[in-house]
């Protein structure tokens, strides 16, 4: 089985300021991880993906995640955020034959 | 190119009742999956079909059925309607499935009185 943990259901950040919402996951196979957004009434959009290779992975917005398999996380960063970010995101993990897997979600909240 | 198109965007039944939600996901796209989103319990797995065939289903009673057609769009059904059901179903394509990132449709937005 797998399972996702986000750690902070809610972050507020004052605008321009770096964050980080954080993101653990447990499987017992390899996995693919993923970030995505969500705007209000609408879908999930997603935001970047880890398959393999490089920790570092960017995406769109200016977000980056960082793989680190010894500690089972990919953490969602963004260096500078803009009130625009103001979203819910779910961090997700697929592995094997298993579903797609998501946290129960980040609340981003940008103070201007 | 077209995104996920789910009808109807909003939908209003009573108990008891029953409801077909439809899914059209992006052309070429085989993979189709649907989730149940409420704020008590976030986004729960429904089923994901790829090519006609149900590959995974999640923990939901009997009440919730899907389907895939041949031309990859998909329905899910949900019968004797619960005042419980009332969520946001979203919908989402890819091309396989498994290393793919999902696209999401806008969802559907089902209360039940």
């Known amino acids: 089985a797998q399972s996702v943990t986000q750690l902070d259901s809610q972050v507020p950040v004052f605008e321009e300021a770096p964050v980080e919402l954080r993101c653990n996951y447990s499987?017992?196979?390899?996995?693919?991880l993923f970030w995505y957004v969500q705007y209000p009434n609408q879908g999930l959009q997603l935001l970047l993906k880890?398959?393999?290779?490089?920790?570092l992975v960017k995406g769109i917005n200016g977000f980056e995640a960082e793989f680190n398999k010894s500690q089972t996380s990919f953490h969602l960063r963004k260096p500078s955020v803009h009130i625009s970010d103001t979203a819910e995101y779910f961090c997700?993990?697929?592995?094997?034959?298993?579903?797609?897997?998501f946290g129960t979600g980040t609340r981003l909240t940008i103070i201007p | 190119k077209a995104g996920v198109t789910q009808t109807p965007r909003y939908l209003i039944k009573t108990r008891g009742q029953q409801v077909t939600l439809s899914c059209s996901p992006i052309?070429?796209?085989?993979?189709v999956s649907w989730y149940q989103q409420t704020p008590g319990q976030g986004l729960q797995f429904l089923f994901e079909y790829f090519s006609e065939t149900q590959r995974n289903k999640g923990n939901f009673p009997g009440r919730f059925s899907g389907r895939q057609f041949s031309n990859s769009r998909s329905e899910m059904n949900v019968s004797t309607l619960e005042l419980g059901d009332s969520a946001l179903y979203l919908c989402a394509s890819s091309r396989r499935g498994r290393e793919d990132g999902y696209t999401f449709g806008s969802g559907t937005r089902l209360t039940v009185v």
């Open positions: 499987s017992s196979v390899s996995v693919y």
């Open positions: 052309s070429g796209h085989r993979s």
């Open positions: 880890y398959l393999s290779g490089s920790t």
């Open positions: 997700a993990v697929r592995g094997g034959n298993e579903k797609l897997t």
